[in-house]
């Protein structure tokens, strides 16, 4: 035989190993990660971090179940969101079901820097064990489209910043200095699968996760040593609002089930998908270079062509 193939052989053998350790080690961790009830940090070590929970854009959705789970593993909660009757509602459930003391903050994180001041005022004097920085949305209607299609792009643009981005790096400002104080803390960032790429039709959105994820792992480096826990949480498709309400399955988590397993793997994992079947998807889907085939003109032109048929019609709420 010719001596090329030896070394195409070799080359042969080194990625088949190289691919083999990388599915292994995908495997370990996530049976340490979601699997083992026996690693989870448990409910006395969230409850040493602080007495209270933080949690913005409470009442519906993923924040509602960490809201709830949060505090039914025994800390108090301060929700934070627009609709003042929906909060109030929501504080009582919590009271009621979890026998947690609740405050309540009116806020709309659309706004700029104004808005900050009343919150950090107000969380001031709390002993604050764990932020939750979930606020997030996409355009106004729960549709995705191309960048001009939103019904007034500029503002479109600003709300999205403004919540998406500025919420999380400002929450986190207002927190972070009395969790370095005390030694310990964990903030939560919530972001998502698209944060992996671009992704058309999603584009603001998309880049608004990308930066969620990338602030959160650099903080997190910085801060790790002096006791604070950060956690980028990164879902693939849960039932909420956001997402229409789509039908819950195995690829579709329930938002109960999805804050209790995300909680179970904090303090195992600094970026997660948050549950099992999540992160098998993620790992596919980035096994696939599935992404790099969402950029291509052809499905562009696939999704648009979808997207038109669909037509504006607006969903109605249930
Ligand atoms: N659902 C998914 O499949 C999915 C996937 C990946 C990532 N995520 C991320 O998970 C997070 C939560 O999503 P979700 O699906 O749970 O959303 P959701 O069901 O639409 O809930 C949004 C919550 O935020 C509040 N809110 C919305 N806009 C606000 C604003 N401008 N100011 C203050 N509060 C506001 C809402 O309450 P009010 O209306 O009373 O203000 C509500 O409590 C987001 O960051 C999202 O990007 C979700
Ligand atoms: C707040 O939520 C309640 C209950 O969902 C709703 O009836 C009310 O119109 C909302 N208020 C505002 C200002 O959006
Ligand atoms: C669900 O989303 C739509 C579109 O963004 C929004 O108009 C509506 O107020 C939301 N419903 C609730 C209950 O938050
Ligand atoms: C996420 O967590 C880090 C950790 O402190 C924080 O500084 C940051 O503001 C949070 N938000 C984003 C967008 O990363």
Not at 25 to 54: E, F, H, I, K, T
Not at 65 to 84: F, M, T
Not at 144 to 172: F, W, Y
Not at 183 to 201: A, K, Q
Request: proline residues 3%; hydrophobic residues 45%; aromatic residues 8%.
């Amino acid at each position: 035989m010719e001596p090329g193939w030896d070394a195409l052989r070799a080359l042969g053998a080194v990625t088949a190993a190289w691919l083999l350790l990388r599915v292994a080690w995908g495997v370990g961790r996530a049976v340490y990660v979601y699997l083992l009830p026996q690693v989870r940090r448990g409910d006395p070590w969230l409850r040493s971090q602080g007495a209270w929970a933080v949690v913005t854009g409470a009442t519906d959705g993923i924040g509602k179940a960490y809201a709830h789970e949060l505090a039914r593993r025994g800390l108090n909660i301060v929700l934070i969101s627009r609709n003042l009757s929906k909060l109030e509602q929501e504080a009582k459930e919590i009271e009621q079901r979890h026998g947690r003391t609740t405050r309540v903050l009116q806020a709309d994180f659309t706004g700029g820097l104004e808005i900050y001041e009343a919150i950090e005022a107000e969380l001031q004097e709390l002993d604050i064990g764990v932020l939750v920085n979930n606020v997030g949305m996409r355009y106004f209607c729960n549709r995705i489209m191309k960048l001009l299609d939103a019904e007034d792009p500029a503002k479109a643009l600003a709300d999205i910043v403004n919540c998406n981005v500025l919420s999380v790096a400002q929450m986190t400002r207002i927190v972070l200095p009395q969790m370095v104080a005390r030694g310990r803390g964990v903030i939560i960032n919530l972001s998502s699968e698209t944060e992996n790429g671009p992704w058309p039709f999603l584009a603001a959105y998309a880049a608004t996760k990308a930066f969620v994820g990338s602030f959160s792992r650099a903080v997190g480096a910085e801060y790790l040593s002096q006791g604070i826990t950060v956690q980028t949480v990164s879902p693939l498709v849960v039932s909420t609002n956001m997402t229409n309400r789509m039908k819950i399955g195995l690829l579709v988590k329930d938002p109960r089930d999805f804050a209790r397993e995300a909680l179970d793997t904090l303090g195992l994992s600094s970026h997660t998908s948050g549950c099992l079947s999540h992160a098998v998807q993620h790992f596919l889907l980035s096994f696939l270079l599935l992404r790099l085939f969402l950029l291509t003109q052809w499905a562009v032109k696939v999704t648009s062509m979808v997207l038109s048929l669909s037509g504006p019609k607006r969903r109605k709420e249930d």
